[in-house]
């Protein structure tokens, strides 16, 4: 659930999970779970914030979702 009153992840702006939604190729499910919500929940998040590697298209359950490397 989407919440108004929240802040969004400070790496939205720059986030590969933005780029897919943008392009369509990623639910909207994942920005507002994640993005716009629990954003400390998100595997991307904790990973960035560790300085550990993480390819573009783990989504932010920490899944890998090759389909998402052509976008
Ligand atoms: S996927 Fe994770 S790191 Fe990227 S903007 Fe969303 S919450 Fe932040």
């Known amino acids: ?14 986030c590969p999970m933005r780029r897919f939604y943008k392009k369509g190729l990623l639910d909207k499910y994942w920005i507002g779970h994640y993005c716009q919500g629990e954003w400390t929940h998100c595997v991307r998040y904790q990973m960035e914030a560790e300085g550990r590697y993480h390819p573009d298209w783990m989504l932010p359950d920490g899944t890998l979702a090759p389909a998402l490397k052509k976008g």
């Open 1 to 14: 659930m989407m919440s108004i009153d929240k802040t969004p992840c400070k790496w939205y702006p720059v």
